[in-house]
């Protein structure tokens, strides 16, 4: 039994949001707190569709387009913004004050470069400038005075709100600069060994996820290479990009210590004041120094299995706070598991036995390359490293396999998963799943490594369509 009285919860979703949702689990999940979860309409008075105890929203998009001047976008904000500010016993996840502090990549980056988290030896934001001109002389003093040098990303300086954020470029020199879109931030590119680790926050609880990222990459006569940034960090995305080159000596990839992790949330989390937010994090593969790349509002949380609990249990514990009239806790981040989506994949032409019974089995380690494209179909297991996850923790995994998980210490763990429970994918699923359809797109994945035809980047989604064009060749 809920401890509060029976309350009203409103949210507001963008259908594109939305989708990614199960939103009648979600509605369960908060009626079983006492709360009935409701949808608002932005367009229509909140006080008609009121009282509500908290709204939870991601309303970034049309934060945007009201910053931009959009005059319908304009009058949503201030009338949200005029409802909060009218109902001061609301619970608002999360105010448009801390959302907006993230909607511009050039403050964004600045305002945590300028930080105490960035006085930390351990912890840096990659040199960044930003550039308003296309005039290549100016261009090239600005990143010599900001300490940028090739190869650099190129991002849009618009973070949220539209398809031309996640439009990135890759330049090699300086003939490329003449590529890019002002107004744009330019980052000198880390290498990290084409691993990067998300920080999926809720509340006071995070979740380190493991996903491919850029391969190492280095200043030369290369052309400039465009790509969505959509299209490379996803669970199973299959990229060209996130793959290192032949000639790259292989480091297993080691999950980020969770100190180190819990200070950058804690201190994150006082800057910018949000409750829902990612921070991706990548590991100079030189200093092993950790580099803060990327910050966003309201993520998705594909591998967070419970993420409905824990949003509820967010809201419900808010509400508690501000009925009793008590001070919430100091802020204290909670690690709760470690999730990896490791690709196993074996030399050319070498075969290698999982049998957890084959001695020689343990004796190949060496010789296994593990390409960081994170598209294998034993992939998105929790990595049972007893140092990062409490002794509760229990892994979730479906079929007898075994599969190996990269640790803290550059060792690998041979796994053996039992049947009985279920996966996790990090792929976001409908309520129920086609176990015939999952099987051929892990054929059709392994058939894309085994030709190694991948040029282009591409997603392998649920699509019966793309599974059929990728496997079957049609």
């Known amino acids: 039994m809920c401890s509060v009285p029976c309350g009203r919860v409103g949210y507001w979703l963008s259908e594109k ?6 939103l ?7 009626r079983a707190a006492g709360f009935e979860l409701i949808k608002i309409d932005l367009r229509k008075p909140l006080e008609e569709q009121g009282p509500f105890d908290a709204i939870v929203h991601k309303i970034s998009d049309i934060v945007v387009k009201a910053d931009a001047g959009d005059e319908e976008s304009k009058q949503i904000c201030k009338a949200f913004q005029d409802y909060v500010d009218n109902h001061p016993n609301l619970i608002v996840i999360d105010i448009l004050a801390n959302v907006r502090k993230l909607l511009d990549r050039y403050k ?12 930390k030896e351990f912890v840096f934001i990659p040199p960044f400038v ?3 001109t296309k005039n290549v002389s100016v261009n090239l003093e600005k990143m010599k005075a900001a300490g940028v040098d090739f190869p650099i990303v190129c991002k849009p300086t618009l973070a949220h709100g539209a398809p031309i954020s996640h439009q990135m470029s890759l330049i090699f020199n300086k003939e490329g600069l003449k590529d890019i879109s002002p107004p744009c931030v330019v980052q000198k590119i880390i290498n990290h060994n084409a691993v990067l680790y998300k920080l999926l ?3 006071d609880k995070y979740f380190i996820i493991e996903r491919p990222s850029l391969k190492n990459l280095y200043a030369s006569d290369q052309k400039t290479i465009f790509f969505d940034s959509n299209d490379i960090s996803k669970p199973h995305s299959a990229c060209e990009l996130t793959e290192l080159d032949a000639n790259e000596p292989y480091s297993p990839a080691v999950f980020p210590e969770k100190e180190a992790m819990d200070k950058i949330v804690e201190i994150l989390h006082d800057i910018i004041g949000l409750n829902l937010l990612n921070i991706d994090v990548i590991v100079d593969n030189k200093g092993g120094r950790y580099a803060i790349v990327d910050i966003n509002v309201f993520p998705g949380y594909p591998e967070v299995q419970n993420f409905y609990d824990l949003l509820c249990e967010l809201v419900v514990r808010k509400i508690q706070f501000r009925l009793t009239g008590d001070p919430e806790p100091p802020f204290k981040p909670v690690l709760l598991n470690c999730l990896s989506s490791p690709v ?4 050319r032409d070498q075969k290698f036995s999982f049998d957890l019974q084959d001695n020689h089995a343990q004796n190949s380690f060496n010789n296994i390359h593990m390409p960081k494209c994170f598209c294998c179909p034993i992939s998105g297991s929790s990595c049972n490293s007893v140092n990062h996850m409490p002794k509760s923790t229990t892994n979730k995994f479906a079929g007898d396999q075994t599969v190996l998980f990269s640790k803290p210490n550059n060792e690998f763990t041979m796994i053996q998963k039992h049947n009985g429970a279920q996966d996790d994918s990090g792929i976001e699923t409908s309520d129920s799943c086609d ?5 051929a797109r892990c054929r059709a994945i392994k058939h894309q490594h085994s030709k190694n035809t991948i040029h282009n980047c591409a997603i392998v989604s649920e699509s019966d369509q793309l ?8």
């Open 17 to 22: 949001k939305g989708k990614k949702f199960n």
């Open 24 to 30: 009648v689990e979600m509605a369960d999940v908060f």
């Open 108 to 119: 964004q980056y600045k305002l945590v470069a300028e930080s105490e988290l960035c006085q």
């Open 130 to 132: 930003e550039l308003t």
């Open 201 to 203: 926050i809720i509340g």
């Open 344 to 347: 196993i994949a074996m030399k």
């Open 435 to 439: 176990e015939k359809k999952s099987e």
């Open 467 to 474: 599974i059929d064009s990728i496997y079957y060749g049609k």
